[in-house]
């Protein structure tokens, strides 16, 4: 059987219609959200939850007060090791709450 030469790898397909519908943008923010625990610490973790990311911003609820000021004294480098270990740009800035 001979390879079509035109066609289009499904891979690329996929990659291509994923970045049209947003859905590229969603799996990287859950990404986000999945390696929040990782990059704060599993004890910072409990008492500092994500609740949502919109347009770049993480939101996090923090039931700790001295937990919600050491993530905002540590912000900015929360931020480059998350958007790091993505891969992408994703987090712009983090709300603690």
Same mark, same amino acid.
């Given at each position: 059987?001979?390879? @079509?030469?035109?066609?289009?790898?499904?891979? $690329?397909?996929? !990659? @291509?219609?994923?970045?049209?519908?947003?859905?590229?943008? =969603?799996?990287? +923010?859950?990404?986000?959200? $999945?390696?929040? =625990?990782?990059? %704060?610490? +599993?004890?910072?973790? !409990?008492?500092?939850?994500?609740?949502?990311? +919109?347009?770049?911003?993480?939101?996090?609820?923090?039931? *700790?007060?001295?937990?919600?000021?050491?993530?905002?004294?540590?912000? +900015?480098?929360?931020?480059?090791?998350? @958007?790091?270990? %993505?891969? *992408?740009?994703?987090?712009?800035?983090?709300?603690? =709450?």
């Amino acid at each position: 059987m001979m390879e @079509n030469e035109s066609a289009t790898p499904l891979a $690329e397909i996929l !990659r @291509n219609l994923a970045v049209r519908t947003g859905l590229d943008r =969603k799996l990287r +923010e859950s990404l986000a959200m $999945e390696y929040w =625990k990782e990059i %704060i610490g +599993e004890v910072a973790a !409990r008492s500092c939850v994500v609740q949502r990311i +919109e347009r770049g911003t993480l939101y996090s609820y923090c039931s *700790s007060p001295v937990w919600r000021t050491e993530l905002y004294l540590r912000k +900015e480098d929360i931020i480059r090791r998350l @958007n790091e270990r %993505i891969g *992408s740009q994703v987090i712009r800035d983090i709300v603690l =709450k």
